[in-house]
């Protein structure tokens, strides 16, 4: 607001400054300490770019398409621990994103996208890319809200917030009218709202005693781990706690992190692709505690492993929110609260014989490490060597990214995990994820280096935010297994109707080169060696490289050829 004054011959301006909407929001987002958002920039939300300019460390990550951007910003909340931030525009913007909104929902992850909207008095006609904003983020995500007042943009920001990283947490969309934006809410506030803080509670003295007595009598009890709300934290409380009782641990699907896979009690990935022998051992199991996970349709093998609502063993189900306990499975006991506080408390008690079950914890390892031995494949290109190698050369500290494909089979079996977050997969099974989830980690932990491994067809989904490393220099090695087909559903193709493949063989570009197109080192390997070669070249290296593996398109599994499948 400008008032004119005039005073003899001279006049002035004096300036009062009103807060516009845009401004509030930018504002509670640096006092969060929320200083990072990816997206792709929309004249929706223009108002809300234009007040992020004057916010001093504020990085806005701009992505050539929105489903990278939501990919990357739920990568950058698993390894900082805070809610990842996306901002597109509305319409196509919003179901663009929605592919990296669904990882983060069935990963757990803390997200909150803000969402341009068509201008309040347009509502409802089906305005230039209106969309059910609440529709389509209640279908897709956690919850969704639409903020229309301009004197509650604080206390329903925060409460997005707060849905986002409470209970089990997921991805919150908010739409803003893009009017809205422009509002002008008055004076700077003086006194801003706190940072929503995650709420954490631990079960009763009783239920922890009963929980104590049942896993420390069995015989043969195993841990399940990983999921909703996991922390450094919670690895340490893992590891106090199976190494205290001796029981042999399992990870959940595409949670190998939760724990250092060198431990003695670790026994393997529970989920796709399971060494049989484990997978016998966890249906063999008296107690399984199921700590923070969630026994989906991966974890259980297509609920192959266990089948709902209730399983022979005894279950404990560990969870921090409570609408998760018995949802689908039929607990024995029902423990609601923080995986870490509660694991803690576990460690502390009576651990009953362990020598009693030291066969069980150790022949689960040494099944483990006998599965884990790379193994001969078709071709002079050793997938299982290569990912070994890879794994030896790397340091804990380094972050691996995968999409979803049979590639990733290989990484799970042969990579050996030390560190909590040095694992990035998508739960959801989304191909595309590897490459924008590399660049979400680099964000978050600019001096870590981050292998992203892509299938072709998955990366053929994101490859253009190849563009994106290159623009930030970003020290990301992007590995592309490239079978020349969609190899899991050639897979299922063969499995379910021999001879009749169709739509799964595709043609590929040299992806060498297209990475050289973006302004990337490349590399084409053909041979265990050469990658090896180029692989201890780059690694390290302050610039972005690309590596373009040819393997003998026949394996498509450990140890397994697509004559396999159709001889079977």
């Excluded at 969630?294 to 089948?307: I, K, Q």
């Excluded at 609408?323 to 009576?350: C, I, Q, Y």
């Excluded at 610039?543 to 599994?557: E, K, N």
Aim: net charge negative; glycine share 10%; aromatic share 8%.
């Amino acid at each position: 607001m400008n008032e004119d004054n005039e005073i003899g011959s001279k006049s002035f301006v004096n300036v009062v400054y009103f807060m516009r909407v845009a401004d509030v929001i930018t504002h509670l987002l640096k006092s969060w300490g929320l200083l990072t958002a990816f997206g792709v920039p929309g004249e929706s939300y223009l108002a809300l770019l234009d007040s992020l300019y004057d916010i001093q460390g504020f990085r806005f990550i701009a992505f050539r398409q929105e489903g990278g951007a939501a990919m990357a910003a739920e990568a950058y909340s698993r390894v900082t621990g805070k809610p990842g931030l996306v901002m597109v525009t509305r319409g196509p913007g919003l179901t663009n994103a929605s592919a990296g909104i669904h990882v983060a929902q069935q990963g757990s992850t803390p997200l909150v996208v803000l969402i341009g909207m068509p201008a309040r008095e347009t509502e409802r006609r089906e305005a230039f890319q209106e969309i059910d904003v609440q529709a389509l983020g209640q279908a897709i995500g956690k919850a969704a809200l639409i903020i229309r007042d301009p004197h509650r943009i604080g206390e329903q920001l925060s409460h997005a917030f707060h849905l986002a990283i409470s209970g089990r947490p997921g991805p919150v969309l908010v739409g803003l009218p893009e009017d809205l934006l422009t509002e002008e809410v008055g004076d700077p506030p003086k006194d801003l709202i706190p940072a929503p803080i995650r709420p954490s509670s631990i079960p009763t003295q009783e239920l922890l005693a009963k929980a104590s007595k049942m896993i420390a009598s069995a015989k043969r009890p195993f841990v399940i781990a990983g999921g909703a709300g996991w922390t450094s934290d919670t690895t340490r409380a893992l590891e106090r706690f199976v190494s205290r009782f001796g029981i042999p641990v399992g990870a959940a699907w595409r949670r190998q992190d939760v724990i250092d896979n060198t431990h003695s009690c670790y026994a393997g990935h529970i989920g796709l692709g399971i060494n049989p022998k484990l997978a016998e051992r966890v249906r063999s199991a008296d107690v399984i505690l199921l700590a923070g996970a969630r026994l989906g349709e991966a974890t259980t093998s297509g609920y192959t492993l266990f089948s709902p609502p209730t399983i022979e063993p005894k279950l404990i189900h560990l969870h921090p929110d409570a609408n998760e306990l018995g949802a689908v499975f039929r607990p024995s006991l029902a423990l609601a609260g923080d995986p870490a506080a509660t694991l803690h408390a576990l460690a502390d008690t009576d651990p009953g014989d362990v020598a009693a079950r030291g066969s069980w914890q150790s022949n689960a390892r040494d099944d483990y490490e006998k599965f884990t031995f790379p193994i001969k494949d078709l071709g002079d290109l050793q997938l299982s060597q290569a990912v070994a190698h890879v794994s030896e050369t790397v340091t804990p500290e380094t972050i691996i990214t995968n999409g979803a494909g049979n590639y990733a089979i290989w990484l799970h079996r042969f990579f050996t995990y030390r560190l909590f977050g040095q694992q990035l997969g998508p739960q959801s099974g989304s191909m595309g994820y590897g490459i924008p989830a590399a660049i979400g980690a680099s964000f978050a932990s600019p001096k870590t280096m981050v292998v992203a491994f892509a299938g072709d067809g998955c990366a053929l989904m994101t490859i253009q935010e190849l563009a994106t490393i290159a623009e930030h220099r970003l020290p990301i090695v992007v590995i592309v297994v490239d079978n020349g087909r969609f190899g899991t559903i050639r897979m299922h193709q063969e499995r379910d109707y021999p001879g009749r493949t169709i739509g799964t063989e595709v043609t590929s570009p040299d992806f060498a080169n297209v990475a050289r197109g973006f302004g990337l080192s490349a590399s084409t390997v053909r041979t265990t060696k050469e990658f090896v070669n180029v692989f201890n070249k780059v690694f390290g290296s302050a610039d972005p490289h690309l590596l373009h593996l040819l393997p003998d398109p026949r394996a498509i599994s450990p140890g397994e050829t697509i004559s396999d499948r159709e001889d079977q």
